[in-house]
């Protein structure tokens, strides 16, 4: 924490390093004060106070290595004025380092003082809170970060923020540079599902200055239910306990099971383990009380009963009978002796004899209910005791009356040579004490106080009156005004009133240092803290103070200007008391005045206060509350006028209060902030639920199971009444004698809860809306749930891919698709739908996140997400090709996927299926994993030892030919050939992965070179299989190698056709069962297009691209990752030359055996849009295709 020291020279005390001689000089009197540290950036300011009759002057220098600042300042004798020095560039010294301070002081053109200490420099001109919307994260979840910067004058800061993500391996994950939008920078990213559990780190560095916050990532399985606990926070003693407890699944439904409630001291009371503990057990539907006698609460202590404060936890434990999970509950309740709190506040940590000493003592009641009338009816006694070491002292008692806020103004006058003040207070039955000793002894007995000020907090821009009292009459009065280690001003009054103006830089807190200079060279001295009242006060309220679940409400928000940046967070709270603002939060910061001097010296001494002064206050504030709830809504928004007002929010119903924060930063107002959040109150008569399925299927009949549970405490008659639909029809009970079949009346006791049955049968597909309504005396409440009713019968699908082009001496062109559903089709469940896409890979763009309908469970599948966006994003970065929405998809993909892959990386760099549970590093994954990370590092931050270790892992996996060889669990076992035993296929892959990229070419070019001539060698003795050939092809292509050539004719001269394109026949054919090709086909298409593409020759390759593109599916993939992987990237080098931008047509869509038809428009304005429509379910036949 910063500090501000004071170094006071008395000449003629021999406290000089330069000798004087002097006789004008012998009665002078120097006093500087200044920071301990300086920052760097901002000018450094010293307070110099000079006793001399004569003109003087004082040269400050501040020096380190070549580095010196220095400033002169003038001064008439018996005045304090500011010197500043220049401020000190952060590039120039280093964080940390310690800087020479030198002050000389001249009067009358001698030199009559030199001095020189240390000073610590820090970089920190910037004060960052780091704020995430939850503290603890699943895999999976989006992690929401705000950052709040501030100058050292509150005022915003919009410089350069550097942010890092590191998971619990220390593996950065992700890292942007960002300039604040009026101090505040915004973030979110997502954890991938497999993202690695522990500890991860936030770092925000600003001018060399790194901030941190941790946030933890755990599997935590959401409880099936929550438990909601509502019982008193203080117990007096004498008092029986009571609460209730509410059992709910997130849908509101009740939960049926055991309520198991147990009462016990709390662990770190004394003699807890040794304390009986009570228990009581009963049933629960949704809601029930619990009570525990004041006889009960007496056992807990059986040896002496409760005969002082304590507290007990109330253990709640719900357990449901359908799943048999149980969900535990603590609360902390206070047993308290008196029914009334009383404190002292406000008091100066030493006597000053002979002057008024004052404090405050709070009288509060033990449940933090405001103070009745009745309350206050008594009066508080207070005995006062002066004690001095020559006299016996005599109590003096002193009675208050007590006001509205509790807070008794006690003021005394103190006794010359007091050294030590007991007071007693009394109120009712409750006592306390205080006592002050005179820690700084005056020997002249000379004292001055500043008396008590009573505006604070104090206001920027209004004047602030210090009226100070003495025991002497003072010739002047300097002041020294500092905050945040700084000092800020100072000056000399010749009066003991005066009147000093805060600025916006004296937030949250300065320190008011008064202190006169005695004729005996004794200092004496006071200081006084002044809050400052926020000078962006911001504002927030709800629509109302009190709403039941699901109801909905706003959030209204006021601010001082317009064009101010504000964040919102709204937290859901399980406590409906007022939330109290920590004490501790306002004690005083330390003002660290140092006056040292070899004269009699009436120091105050500071009080023991945490050194916290590099956090600002709003994380002081919110840290407690942002630390144990978790955000329901986390908004930011900019301010075009001074009031916002939010959408509607739903309140929830596991909640008993919503509390909402709020900070606003503007630039001329600085930062502001709530204190403490407002809360929303959420209370409800009954709840009610509806228990249905997910689903229903059509014709079949369920019962519908509404729930109704009684939170009052006394009996409530509802009805229930479910709204008629077209969708679904009540089903009569065949007893025959009901006559209302939608609507039951129900009787519930208190905390009771019933069903209300209603028998339905779905009769229509689709959405089906059910609408319940439940009605009582007090209120009304409605539910609607939409539920899905799906055909009878087993889904099945099939698609087609067509590739459309029109020759340039046609103006039109047709193509028929036939299909037709089967004879045993349930009726009305048939859908068909045309999609066009005008760009090669607009289909797959549109799929990015379902290109293959794989589970994502092992490294392999992993980056079926991950390898394709890069490509994609290749493909965009061709000029006129760009698409913003594209790219921002792409990259969160591929941020997703590198997070996940992660998780496969082993502790030797490898990367393996199931990472470190298997025996090995696989050779050709980690080459796959290298061959994507490093073509991504183009467009986002891959962690550099993450590619080191896995590239120096796969290196040493080569053997002395240059051949690569699988050393773990085979993954893609097309690698495995039958003629080369997979050394080949595997080396070609390894050799791609460094060549398809630069940066490894030239770092271990012995390496390349060897599975360059590995492969060379294997061309030219021709026992090499086809998918090897097909890889060692593109790889040599890479290479530029000319055996390119020689595995390009070998390939063409072991081709096989199907309607003219060629194939390569591997071990299981040219195509499966159902007619389509294998995946290893496409992977060797897919090669030899990319290896057409290598050697320029593009027009070679158009008749395989089509024939590749016909082969994706209906989400724009292929059967497998690989596949998918090697033809999407052959697909994006071509597309970016298919003049796709130019596309200018019309398609008609129609089917012949009916009046449907459709006309479609692609253009250079929607070429790569998704355009799909839905054909009549009733054709069964040829839609036809024209596009003119």
């Not at 101010?564 to 939330?579: A, E, F, L, N, W």
């Not at 590093?921 to 590092?937: E, H, K, M, N, P």
């Not at 773990?968 to 080369?980: K, V």
Request: proline share 5%; net charge negative; aromatic share 8%.
């Amino acid at each position: 924490m910063d500090r501000t020291w004071s170094l006071v020279v008395c000449l003629g005390f021999g406290f000089l390093s330069v000798p004087v001689s002097s006789q004008d000089a012998a009665g002078t009197l120097f006093l500087i004060s200044g920071p301990e540290s300086v920052r760097a950036g901002t000018p450094t300011s010293l307070a110099v106070t000079v006793l001399s009759d004569l003109p003087s002057r004082v040269t400050a220098e501040l020096t380190h290595g070549d580095t010196s600042v220095a400033q002169t300042e003038d001064s008439q004798g018996g005045m304090t004025k500011v010197l500043t020095l220049p401020a000190v560039s952060g590039s120039s010294v280093t964080h940390n380092s310690l800087l020479n301070l030198t002050v000389r002081g001249y009067v009358g053109g001698s030199a009559v003082f030199t001095n020189t200490t240390a000073v610590r420099f820090h970089h920190r001109n910037v004060f960052t809170f780091v704020q995430t919307d939850r503290t603890h994260y699943q895999p999976g979840d989006t992690v929401r970060v705000r950052i709040v910067s501030v100058q050292l004058d509150n005022r915003p800061y919009k410089g350069r923020v550097e942010i890092t993500v590191q998971d619990h391996g220390g593996n950065v994950v992700n890292n942007w540079e960002s300039a604040g939008n009026r101090g505040i920078v915004l973030r979110d990213f997502s954890l991938s599902h497999a993202a690695p559990l522990g500890l991860w780190t936030i770092s925000t560095t600003i001018n060399g200055v790194t901030d941190e916050k941790n946030f933890v990532v755990e599997h935590h399985d959401h409880p099936q239910f929550e438990v909601i606990v509502k019982t008193q926070s203080r117990v007096l003693v004498g008092d029986d306990m009571s609460g209730s407890v509410r059992a709910l699944y997130p849908s509101g439904q009740p939960v049926r099971g055991t309520l198991t409630v147990s009462v016990a001291l709390a662990p770190d009371m004394d003699d807890a383990a040794a304390a009986d503990k009570l228990t009581q057990s009963k049933d629960i539907y949704g809601s029930t009380q619990f009570f525990f006698s004041k006889d009960q609460l007496e056992s807990l202590h059986p040896s002496s009963g409760l005969h002082s404060d304590c507290r007990v936890h109330v253990v709640t434990s719900v357990t449901s009978n359908f799943t048999g999970l149980a969900l535990n509950r603590t609360v902390e309740v206070h047993l308290t002796q008196n029914m009334y709190q009383l404190a002292f506040h406000g008091f100066p940590p030493s006597l000053r004899p002979s002057l008024h000493f004052s404090t405050k003592l709070r009288v509060s009641r033990y449940d933090q209910k405001p103070l009745s009338s009745q309350d206050r009816m008594y009066l508080a006694v207070v005995e006062v005791t002066q004690i001095k070491s020559t006299t016996n002292a005599e109590p003096a008692t002193l009675t208050f009356s007590v006001p509205e806020d509790g807070d008794v103004h006690v003021e005394i006058q103190l006794q010359d040579h007091v050294e030590m003040l007991f007071i007693l207070a009394r109120f009712q039955s409750s006592e306390e004490t205080l006592r002050v000793h005179n820690k700084d002894i005056s020997p002249s007995s000379s004292y001055i106080q500043i008396i008590p000020i009573t505006t604070l907090p104090a206001q920027v821009g209004l004047p602030l009156q210090i009226v100070v009292e003495s025991t002497f009459e003072p010739d002047a009065l300097h002041f020294v005004v500092s905050a945040k280690g700084q000092v800020l001003r100072a000056g000399t009054f010749n009066s003991l009133s005066f009147s000093l103006t805060p600025t916006l830089s004296w937030s949250p807190e300065a320190c008011v240092t008064v202190y006169c200079i005695l004729s005996s060279g004794e200092v004496t001295s006071d200081t006084v803290h002044v809050p400052i009242e926020q000078h962006n006060h911001i504002s927030v309220m709800w629509s109302t103070q009190q709403a039941q679940p699901f109801d909905q409400v706003t959030l209204s928000l006021t601010a001082l200007e317009p064009e101010s940046q504000v964040g919102i967070v709204v937290m859901g709270m399980h406590d409906d008391k007022p939330p109290e603002v920590d004490l501790a939060l306002k004690e005083k910061q330390s003002c660290c005045i140092w006056m040292l001097t070899r004269t009699k010296l009436y120091k105050q001494e500071q009080s023991d206060v945490p050194e916290n002064g590099d956090v600002l206050m709003v994380e002081k504030y919110w840290s407690h509350w942002m630390d144990t709830t978790e955000s329901l809504l986390w908004i930011d928004t900019d301010l075009s006028d001074e009031t916002w007002t939010s959408g509607k929010i739903t309140v929830p119903d596991v909640v008993t209060a919503l509390g909402a924060v709020a900070l606003v930063m503007s630039d001329s107002l600085g930062l502001g902030f709530t204190p403490v959040p407002l809360q929303l109150t959420v209370s409800k008569g009954c709840s009610m639920s509806l228990h249905v399925p997910s689903y229903l299927i059509r014709g079949e009949e369920i019962v519908l199971e509404v729930n109704i549970i009684n939170h009052l405490e006394r009996e409530l008659e509802v009805i229930v009444f479910i709204a008629p639909s077209k969708e679904f029809e009540f089903v009569l009970g065949a007893s025959g004698d009901v006559s209302v079949v939608n609507a039951q009346i129900l009787t519930l006791k208190s905390h009771d809860s019933a069903s209300a049955l209603f028998p339905i049968r779905p009769v229509a597909l689709g959405d089906a809306e059910i609408s319940v309504d439940a009605v009582c005396a007090q209120t009304t409440d409605n539910l609607v749930w939409s539920v899905s009713v799906k055909p009878e019968g087993v889904e099945q699908l099939s698609s087609e891919t067509i590739f459309l082009e029109l020759p340039p001496d046609k103006q039109e062109k047709s193509n028929s698709v036939s299909f037709h559903f089967p004879a045993d089709v349930v009726p009305g469940s048939q859908r068909a739908y045309v999609a066009l896409v005008g760009d090669i890979l607009g289909l797959s763009l549109s799929h990015l996140d379902s290109l293959v309908q794989l589970p994502l469970g092992c490294g392999e599948q992993n980056m079926i997400r991950f390898a394709p966006s890069v490509f994609v994003l290749q493909y965009l970065d061709k000029p006129g090709l760009d698409d913003e929405e594209i790219r921002k998809m792409a990259l969160g993909y591929m941020m997703e996927g590198y997070q996940r892959q992660l998780s496969f990386q082993r502790d030797d760099g490898s990367f393996s299926a199931f990472g470190a549970s298997d025996s090995s590093g696989s050779t050709w994954l980690t080459a796959f994993v290298l061959r994507c990370f490093i073509q991504a590092r183009s467009y986002m931050t891959i962690d550099n030892s993450v590619l080191t270790r896995a590239m120096m892992w796969l290196l040493g996996q080569q053997g002395p030919q240059g051949e690569f060889t699988e050393v773990g669990s085979l993954i893609h076992t097309e690698t495995q050939g039958a003629l080369d035993r997979g050394s080949v296929a595997l080396t070609a892959y390894v050799l791609i992965a460094l060549l398809e990229d630069d940066t490894y070419v030239n770092v271990y070019p012995g390496n390349v070179s060897m599975a360059q001539t590995y492969l060379e060698g294997k061309v030219s003795s021709g026992v090499v299989g086809n998918y090897s050939l097909c890889l060692v092809a593109y790889a040599l292509a890479l290479a530029n190698s000319p055996a390119t050539d020689a595995a390009l004719s070998a390939l063409m001269g072991r081709a096989d056709y199907a309607d003219g394109v060629m194939m390569w026949a591997s071990s299981a054919g040219l195509t499966s069962r159902d007619g389509q090709p294998y995946a290893l086909q496409i992977e060797m298409v897919s090669y030899v297009l990319l290896t057409l593409y290598k050697r320029g020759n593009l027009v070679d390759g158009f008749v395989l691209l089509k024939w590749l593109s016909k082969q994706r599916n209906h989400l724009g993939g292929y059967g497998s990752t690989q596949d998918t992987v090697v033809a999407l990237q052959a697909l994006s080098y071509y597309a970016a030359f298919s003049g796709a931008s130019a596309i200018n047509l019309q398609l008609e869509v129609s089917a012949p055996e009916s009046s449907f038809a459709s006309v479609f428009s692609i253009n250079y304005t929607n070429y790569r849009t998704y355009q799909s429509l839905e054909v009549m379910t009733n054709l069964c036949g040829a839609p036809h295709i024209i596009h003119p």
